[in-house]
């Protein structure tokens, strides 16, 4: 029983390196298209990683307040790029009143902006931020000089500024950044501070960012009166519930809605953001996954024309088979079995050449500073080798049934 499955293979391996280069153009396109699934695969595993590290770099017990209403499932508005000017500073305030949200210990809210920053002899395009003094308690920051912002600070509109960690280096590449003043359109702003190195994180780096007080970026500088976002800060994971329910009761009788279905806030915590993103990572993950499988089908069809062209040019052959007493489905079996030995070793190729190139990519886009790991999934490599053995069978059935139809006689008055 084992020779009758061996023989048919040992014939496919001989078909094959009798046509060396008609068989490596019939692989070319199994080990593109497995390879592409890898890479994808792989990248798409580390880059939501990536994704999800820096969500959970800000803190697990921390609950977010964005402008704009949502789905429970969906994204706000705001996340999706539009601006909507719902959320006030009053709103903050509102939050961080013990009454109102007895589990919030600190909330900081957030406007953003991009300008040139200038010292007295570099000047660069960066982004800025408008915060609340209560950034440091909220966020995981520390300072390594000076110091942060005051509430005083806060809400006298004071021009302190205090810049991340590369940004200072790059305006002043001495190191002598503190108690020295930048200009952001037309505005001095006085150096009080420079925080310590944190790296990316939650898709933005404050290292490269400029802080300056809230009411200070509103007025003085956006010309706006609404905030981009609220972080607050709770006691306990436990209380994340309550806290998220007093914040929504709180905004609100702040915005006096009394039905649940006019709200222009949602409220999210650390966790409901990561199953978001999760979510909506696994979808592009897969998307692109089943594009790039797109070429695993072109080299399917690659595969079934070479097998015809192989059925044609061994018409005599089979026929001499038939004439011995080959069976109709020893025929069949034999060319399935080298058109699945052909998408085999194809996607064998593949897998490996995905990995190193998957590999590849892992070492150059951590050099260029990104926490970037290396991640190819079992799952992958199976899934990717269990299609290419189905990809042989299937588009090779044609030119197996075709050449399991050959009539003896006429096979062997061939020419």
Do not use: C
């Not at 953003?112 to 200038?118: N, P, S």
Request: hydrophobic share 45%.
């Amino acid at each position: 029983m084992l020779i009758d499955f061996i023989s048919p293979i040992k014939i496919s391996y001989k078909n094959l390196m009798s046509a060396k280069f008609r068989s490596f153009l019939t692989i070319l396109g199994i080990i593109i298209g497995v390879s592409s699934v890898i890479i994808v695969m792989a990248i798409g595993a580390s880059a939501q990683n990536l994704i999800l590290d820096q969500v959970k770099g800000i803190g697990s017990n921390l609950i977010g307040i964005l402008p704009g209403a949502s789905e429970e499932e969906g994204p706000p508005a705001a996340a999706l790029g539009i601006i909507t000017t719902t959320l006030k500073y009053q709103d903050l305030k509102a939050i961080m009143e013990k009454k109102n949200a007895p589990n919030v210990i600190a909330a900081a809210g957030y406007v953003t902006g991009i300008a040139t920053i200038k010292s007295e002899n570099k000047s660069l395009e960066s982004n800025y931020q408008g915060v609340s003094a209560s950034l440091i308690d909220v966020e995981k920051s520390e300072v390594a000089e000076g110091r942060f912002f005051s509430s005083d600070d806060e809400v006298n509109l004071s021009r302190y500024a205090v810049l991340g960690h590369k940004v200072a280096a790059d305006l002043f590449p001495g190191g002598d950044a503190l108690n020295k003043t930048i200009t952001i359109k037309n505005f001095n702003f006085y150096i009080i501070g420079i925080l310590k190195e944190r790296g990316s994180v939650a898709f933005s780096n404050p290292d490269e960012l400029v802080y300056i007080p809230i009411l200070t970026a509103q007025k003085q500088l956006l010309g706006i009166d609404y905030l981009n976002f609220i972080r607050a800060k709770i006691d306990s994971s436990e209380n994340m519930n309550r806290a998220k329910e007093d914040i929504v009761l709180t905004l609100r009788a702040e915005h006096k809605i009394k039905d649940s279905k006019d709200d222009d806030f949602s409220v999210r915590d650390t966790e409901q953001a990561i199953n978001l993103l999760t979510n909506i990572t696994n979808v592009l993950k897969y998307f692109l996954a089943s594009i790039a499988a797109i070429s695993l089908l072109v080299g399917g069809v690659g595969v079934m024309n070479i097998m015809l062209i192989s059925v044609n040019q061994r018409i005599r052959e089979i026929g001499l088979r038939k004439s011995v007493g080959a069976k109709n489905f020893q025929i069949t079996g034999q060319f399935l079995i080298e058109s699945t030995v052909v998408t085999f070793l194809g996607g064998i190729i593949g897998v490996i050449l995905g990995i190193g190139i998957s590999y590849l990519a892992a070492i150059i886009i951590k050099s260029l500073g990104y926490n970037w790991e290396f991640i190819v999934t079992l799952k992958s490599i199976i899934l990717a080798s269990f299609v290419t053995i189905i990809i042989g069978l299937v588009f090779g059935v044609y030119p197996a049934r075709k050449a399991a139809k050959v009539s003896p006689m006429e096979a062997l008055r061939y020419e």
